[in-house]
């Protein structure tokens, strides 16, 4: 009997401390594990087996491991959650999934090949291949690995990132995305931070910046830096650039700083002449400190 209560006190940690990797609750913002009462039953499965090592400390379950509680669910080909005292064994304080990780807690999945989170720091991570977050409407990729900080509703791709929405993409050096309720009350990415190497590209044009924020309700972008803006081979340069993309109006600002003697500069090529073979930007604005 004992045995028995201990693995479903384990389960019922494993599901419990996966749900709020995503997104935790700061002052009135909702969490995704908010959408799933803790009076629900949990349901944890396994094609193969659950196995209790007490030396190494862990419960692993193998072959097709799942949690489920209410919309949450956790797949992998194994599961493991590991306590740190052979005295308290439900005292998990890390779970590890490994093998075709699928994580889903609507509005959103995530995928990867591992999975860790920390149950003290409320931090997670996915790393693997074909690393990538789906949402009905946006997608967000990595390159090395994706980190879910429950603190503050924030996913990060720390190393490479590309965000998609429609024929709209967002890539930088590092991408990060944060979850807030939308008009309807469902939880949705809100908003986007970029940093190094941004580059937003529209079906209209292509827009470079250091640095980015995204208000994805508003579909407004504000790069920062050394900017451009390419449409074919005519290109704008500044320091600043408010790309709606909602109404397809972009402005470039010299600097916000008017004590600056920075300019802002655009090279217009008529159109029977389709300006010259890999025209580039000359480069010739010095970005604001």
């Not at 193969?48 to 956790?74: C, D, E, I, P």
């Not at 779970?95 to 990780?101: D, K, P, Q």
């Amino acid at each position: 009997m004992r045995m028995r209560q201990t693995i479903i006190a384990a389960a019922l940690l494993t599901l419990l401390l996966s749900a709020p990797a995503f997104a935790a609750k700061k002052t009135a913002v909702p969490k995704p594990s908010a959408l799933v009462s803790s009076a629900q039953p949990v349901e944890v499965s396994a094609a193969g087996a659950l196995v209790w090592n007490r030396k190494a400390h862990s419960y692993t379950m193998k072959k097709n491991a799942q949690a489920k509680q209410g919309n949450f669910q956790l797949n992998s080909d194994t599961l493991t959650a590991r306590y740190h005292d052979e005295k308290d064994a439900t005292d998990i304080y890390v779970l590890e999934a490994s093998g075709n990780v699928v994580l889903q807690s609507p509005p959103y999945t995530a995928y990867g090949d591992h999975a860790t989170y920390d149950v003290k720091t409320g931090m997670a991570e996915l790393t693997g291949e074909n690393l990538r977050i789906e949402t009905p409407t946006q997608k967000l990729t990595a390159k090395d690995k994706i980190t879910f900080d429950a603190q503050n509703n924030k996913m990060t791709a720390p190393s490479g990132g590309t965000a998609v929405r429609g024929p709209d993409t967002l890539t930088a050096d590092a991408l990060s995305a944060y979850f807030a309720k939308d008009a309807q009350g469902k939880l949705a990415v809100n908003r986007m931070t970029a940093k190094g190497h941004v580059v937003i590209k529209t079906q209209k044009e292509t827009v470079y910046g250091d640095d980015g924020t995204y208000d994805i309700p508003a579909q407004k972008a504000v790069l920062t830096g050394k900017v451009r803006i390419l449409q074919g081979p005519n290109w704008l340069e500044g320091t600043k650039a408010v790309v709606d993309l909602k109404t397809g109006i972009s402005q470039l600002f010299a600097t916000d700083n008017p004590a600056t003697e920075n300019r802002v500069y655009g090279v217009f090529y008529p159109k029977a002449s389709g300006g010259p073979k890999g025209a580039k930007p000359a480069g010739n604005v010095t970005p604001a400190p």
